[in-house]
């Protein structure tokens, strides 16, 4: 079974930083591409970051409103992406879902997602 | 603002069938694959339609998903209380090389 467990999440002020984790398990984590997608509250799904699975060399790509403040990795070894935040601001503030592509490309519909972490950013 | 366009509500008696529009453009869904998403009160997001019109495993046959040109559309029948939802969809964009995502239609089961 495909589990994606997200962590990471919390309070930090304006432009702080955060690290969020996804433990992923139940499938071959290094062929697929994984994003980060996000919802601030009583809000609609946005796509934060894609990163490509082992068939895409582990290219990333990142929406324009977090481009230069956010970077998506991965670690194959350990089965876990991350996503580094820094420079928060008020607007980041969202729950956080890791979502498994259904292919190597991060083109591909996401089959799969965690349960989120909430991040809230506010002094 | 989101770039695909949903109505932000639809609604619907036990029994009958509604349909959930989705508008896009030419970079989007008019190249792209749309895929649907189910969220239900208080969880994550779940596949729902994937490929236009393609059902995952255990999706059941009252959720249908069609595309014309820039848009898509997400068929319910038989409606249920259950399938009191958001309900979202989303492509690839390739003018802004990432995914887009429909602000989401809020379906109430009357």
């Known amino acids: 079974e495909v589990q994606l467990v997200e962590s990471g999440g919390g309070l930090v002020q304006p432009g702080g930083s955060l690290r969020l984790s996804c433990a992923a398990s139940?499938?071959?984590?290094?062929?697929?591409?994984m994003s980060w997608v996000r919802q601030a509250p009583g809000k609609g799904l946005q796509w934060v970051s894609g990163?490509?699975?082992?068939?895409?060399?582990?290219?990333?790509y990142y929406a324009d409103s977090v481009k230069g403040r956010v970077t998506i990795s991965r670690d194959n070894s350990k089965n876990t992406l991350y996503l580094q935040m820094n420079s928060l601001r008020a607007e980041d503030t969202a729950v956080y879902y890791c979502?498994?592509?259904?292919?190597?490309?991060?083109?591909?519909?996401?089959?799969?997602g965690g349960q989120g972490t909430l991040v809230t950013v506010s002094s | 603002q989101s770039v695909l366009i949903q109505p932000p509500s639809a609604s619907g008696t036990p029994g009958q069938r509604v349909t959930i529009s989705c508008s896009g453009s030419?970079?989007?869904?008019?190249?792209?694959?749309v895929s649907w998403y189910q969220q239900l009160p208080g969880t994550a997001p779940k596949l729902l339609i994937y490929?236009?019109?393609q059902r995952p495993s255990g999706v059941p046959d009252r959720f249908s998903g069609s595309k014309s040109g820039t848009s898509a559309s997400l068929a319910i029948s038989g409606l249920q209380s259950e399938d009191e939802a958001d309900y979202s969809c989303?492509?690839?964009?390739?003018?802004?090389?990432?995914?887009?995502f429909g602000g989401g239609t809020k379906l109430t089961v009357l």
């Open positions: 139940g499938f071959t984590f290094t062929t697929y591409a």
């Open positions: 979502a498994k592509s259904a292919g190597y490309s991060y083109g591909t519909y996401f089959d799969c």
């Open positions: 490929s236009d019109n």
């Open positions: 989303a492509a690839w964009d390739d003018s802004l090389n990432g995914w887009v």
């Open positions: 990163i490509g699975g082992s068939r895409s060399s582990d290219s990333t």
């Open positions: 030419s970079s989007d869904i008019g190249t792209y694959s």
